[in-house]
């Protein structure tokens, strides 16, 4: 007998495809488009067990889609600029792309010979000039319409790296790359006014509920994190204009005992009163050094300075301290607080810490926090605060005081985000460069579009190494740098920073409609046929950063009035990750698995039928608790059913074994059912059924020669090139079938087939029988007993009498007794 032989299975039909073109996008129109897209892979090295399992879940839904009668797109493409390139650069000497490209090729390779369906047409790479020529434009068209701006402001800087760091780039006080403490620096840099669409980000998210894992929108929800309040107006000594409060909480100001402004907020410096100074340089100095996190985290002990100065409360005229203290921080709300205790714990430890009054103003019913200085936050009486005093809940007493504080213009309802600006500004090489010109007459110069792209100068090795600035401003790169103002052609500067590689990647989906258009970054009808994205697959790990900027830029595009739709991505799907020993594959860690080497060891289609069949698609897969080698055997067992059918000639199936085709039918409905809610895992599961089923009809009868055995067969060839598509195909061409599997029609399930079994149930009325009902096998006590009741024959017998009890037995019988 035949034995499947995966390695020269993989081999032929890679050249198969690949020659044939079978997945290269149609875009004729002669079908209805699908766009199923996989979150494009960062070179470095070859592939793990991670892409094995991240890549194979779009791969199913391109696969079926295209069986379905679709115009699929699946196409790939490498997030290839970023820090890692550089870095080999340094160590090797040489330029980062060769580093780059060398890692795409292999890359690519292993890609091809793990079985995906992608559309290698459409294949691109970030730092191709041809594609970041684009990403140049998308960053013109941002600063023509305000979006892009440069500002002054302390940022996150790895002393390491010697870079600059978004908020997201920072995990617990560390840079995500390194893990070295982030420090603050003041720097001028370029930002993307995502706040602007703060709002449109939270609402267009109804749309994605049900389509996107419920806790990636939570996340996106949290990051973005709308908080509604009041703005209140402080007056304060050393200063003429008022300072602006943000807080959730205005029906607590006659609670208000202090006012606090963050130290690193110019506002403090502003302030601060010349006897204080000394003592607030030495605490600035000391904030500087404390992390975000850390400063956000409630067990800290809090510390502060006075400042000499006084707030005058609004509402009383009650003269409040004024305090610097880390707790609050300079970029969110307005920087500054007033401070309420009693009804914050925030601000109760300050208090607390440093010997200041607390006083009640609402009365909860529970201790009263002056004494047990634990702060509450609910519903209760106002006391002390005027004519708020007497009011019951929150919502009465937060319109009464935005009532009166408009009224004396000293505040007003406020809404803000915890959304910060987009930091794109990079000091590094291997990115993007910003396409502006700084000229001392005519400032901030856009380069012009017909002079796109800025291209990078080849920098390598030492040229690379951080010096604390952008390799783009050293001497290297004079030449490059020094250029003519393309406004008043006098002596200018390029800019000499690179975009964060989030730019690059947060587009990308655009590029793929059109990937060779010299003429404009997309095709706007191309863009029309095939956006948004039908389904996009990635990880969790780019459940904020990744798809909020994606989203942002659709919205800029959009209002733009380039395309028509407002959000990329239709569906999502977040697989989970493949762990070794349960804890993640990481490089930093060494416990990643090569796929490479498993291939060599399991072949293509064992791996990822393994990969598939381990759990639904979100979840974590162990791969050292995994078996390839007994997915090897039931593939194997699978092909046999194949080999043993292919001898015989087929015939038309409805001549063939009736039970087999009712399992066949019932199968296929089971499996179309499994694949469009993506529980893949299940899907591979009714394929073993269906394997074991059909095995068993060709050793116990009817036999192989049976048609209804074949169609089996054939279904089951089809079904697993979902997830082996090398076995699929031998299969298929073994039952005789012209390749390709991947392009033939997948079944529908016959309805007439899935008929359910039904049995006959008598029902008797005081002990005679009235009716005979048709009822399905597994029917209910309680739907018999409706039906029994229902039927014309037991309704005369009645006679409209009431019904004292009815008795079932099931399948056989209903017994109605009147009263
Ligand atoms: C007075 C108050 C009384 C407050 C009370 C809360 C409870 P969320 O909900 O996260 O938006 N706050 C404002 N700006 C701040 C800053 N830059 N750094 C630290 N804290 C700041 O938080 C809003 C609340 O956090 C605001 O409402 C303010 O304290 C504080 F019983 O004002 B609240
Ligand atoms: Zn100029």
Known sequence: ARTYDAAAAQERWQKFWEADGTFVARDDGSAERRYVLDMFPYPSGDLH?????????????????????????????????????????????????????????????????????????????????????????????????????????PVNWCPNDQTVLANEQVVQGACERCGTAVTKRNLTQWYFKITDYAQRLLDDMKALEGNWPDRVLAMQRNWIGRSEGA????????????????????????????????????????????????????????TRAA?????????????????????????????????????????????????????????????????????????????????????TSGDGTYVNSGDLDGLTDKVSGVARITERLAEAGTGKPAITFRLRDWLLSRQRFWGCPIPVIHCAACGEVPVPEDQLPVTLPNLKGADLAPKGTSPLASEAARAWREVACPSCGGPAERDTDTMDTFVDSSWYYFRYCSPNDERAAFDVDAVKRWAPVDQYVGGVEHAILHLLYSRFFTKVIHDAGLIDFTEPFTRLMNQGQVTNGGKAMSKSLGNGVDLGEQIDLHGVDAIRTAIVFAGPPEDDIDWTAMSPSSTSKFLARAYRVAADVSSEVGVDPATGDAGVRKGTHASMAAISEAVEDQRYNVLVARIMELVNHTRKAIDAGPGASDPAVREAAEFIAQALSLV????????????????????????????????????????????????????????????????????????????????????????????????
Do not use: C
């Open 231 to 286: 703005f209140v107006d402080f007056v304060v000594e050393g200063r003429d204009e008022p300072v602006t409060v943000f807080t959730t909480r205005p029906d607590t100001l006659y609670g208000a005992t202090f006012f606090v402004v963050a130290p690193d907020a110019a506002l403090a410096s502003e302030i601060v009163a010349d006897s204080q100074r000394a003592e607030f340089e030495a605490y600035l100095e000391k």
């Open 49 to 153: 067990m991670g892409h094995a399992e991240a890549f194979v879940m779009g791969d199913i839904a391109g696969r079926y889609w295209l069986m379905r009668g679709y115009d699929v797109m699946h196409p790939i493409g490498w997030d290839s600029f970023g820090l890692p390139a550089e870095n080999a650069a340094i160590a090797r000497n040489a330029h980062p792309a060769e580093w780059t490209y060398a890692n795409i090729e292999t890359q690519a390779a292993s890609f091809k010979r793990y079985g995906l369906s992608f559309d290698w047409t459409r294949r691109l790479h970030t730092s191709d000039p041809e594609y970041y020529r684009w990403t140049q434009w998308l960053f013109q068209l941002s600063h023509s319409r305000g979006l892009a701006y440069r500002k002054s402001s």
């Open 724 to 819: 082996a598509p090398y076995l699929g195909e031998e299969m298929w061409e073994m039952l005789g079938h012209a390749p390709s599997v991947a392009r033939s029609t997948w079944p529908d399930a016959d309805p007439a087939l899935l008929v359910q079994e039904s049995v006959t149930v008598v029902v008797q009325v005081a002990g005679k029988v009235r009716g005979k009902l048709e009822l399905p096998a597994d029917v209910s006590e309680e739907d018999a007993t409706a039906a029994a009741l229902a039927n014309e024959g037991v309704q005369r017998a009645l006679a409209g009498r009431e019904v004292a009890k009815v008795i079932v037995r099931l399948p056989k019988m209903v017994s109605i007794v009147p009263a």
């Open 291 to 375: 992390s975000e996190i850390e400063r956000q985290s409630t067990d800290r002990p809090k510390t502060g300075v006075f400042l000499g100065r006084y707030a005058t409360n609004p509402v009383n005229g009650e003269k409040l301290p004024v305090y610097a203290a880390d707790y609050v921080l300079a970029d969110y709300g307005t920087g500054a607080v007033m401070a309420v205790p009693a009804h914050d714990q925030r601000d109760l430890d300050f208090a607390k810490a440093l010997g200041l009054p607390v006083r009640r103003v609402i009365d909860t019913g529970e201790p009263n926090p002056e004494e047990t200085y634990v702060a």
